[in-house]
């Protein structure tokens, strides 16, 4: 069998693509494992459909189920059309609706399923949070340090609400993020729906206009757009390897 290992702004991910649409929690499991599989934040599969270019499969690392996946989008609309599975600018299936990604060498941008507010300002442990659905359910908190990221804190709050959980600060018109990831249960290097949802949180607040550079843990650049009320993800991806294993 063989898998390919991407990146996405650090947000790593084995990738294979298979006719056989069924649960690969296991498989997830195992190949996401740091120490005695490839090592990665998310397992995705790709199978075919009718009436899109592909559906994927999505897994974290626990071998959970997400229904999305922003970084995870556009690693595997570079995989996609590397392999010949679609053309440059493809639609596909994942559990929270359709996705369309646009490639251009390295740089995939992703049109991400419409954001949906799921609990308005609140305050809890001594920070203010609101949740928001780009795809899967955030926790948004706006800082001023960083260094307010607190795991057990993350970890508490992930648990009460059901979320991934999205520390932000906004500096000079840029956005600063560090996410707990649900189903990975730490701090991921970047997680795309995250870097969303505090986008949007920050362009709610008048903080950053419609369009912003946004750094995750891992530093790397990416470009969020809000036009008419859909968000736009974009940004590089890096094909680490591949390899076969029996
Ligand atoms: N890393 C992803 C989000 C993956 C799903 C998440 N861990 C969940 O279970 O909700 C991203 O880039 O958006």
Known sequence: MTYTKYSASGNDFVIFHSFIKKDY????????NRTEGIGADGLIVLVP?????????????????AA??????????????????????????????????TVEENIVETQLTKPVILKEEFEQEGF?????????????????????????LASKMRY?????????????????VRTYERGVEGETLACGTGMAACFLRAN???????????????????????????LYFKGAVKKVFTTSIN
Not at 87 to 92: I, L
């Open 160 to 176: 009460e609400h059901n979320a991934n959980v999205n520390f932000a600060k906004i500096q000079d018109g840029k956005v600063y």
């Open 49 to 65: 459909h009718e009436k899109y270019d592909f559906e994927w499969l999505f897994y974290n690392s626990d071998g959970s189920h």
């Open 128 to 152: 203010t949070w609101y949740i928001v659905d780009t795809g899967v359910p955030h926790l948004v908190t706006i800082v001023e340090d960083l260094e307010k990221y607190d795991h057990n």
């Open 204 to 230: 709610s607040l008048g903080l950053v206009g419609n369009i912003a550079k946004v750094y995750p843990k891992s530093k790397e650049e990416l470009t969020l757009t809000k036009k008419d009320e859909t």
């Open 68 to 101: 999305m996946c922003g970084n995870g989008t556009r690693a595997c609309a570079h995989y996609a059309y590397t392999n010949g599975l679609a053309s440059s600018k493809m639609q596909f299936l994942t559990g929270a609706g359709v996705i369309e990604s």
């Open 25 to 32: 929690s296991q498989e997830a499991i195992k190949l996401c």
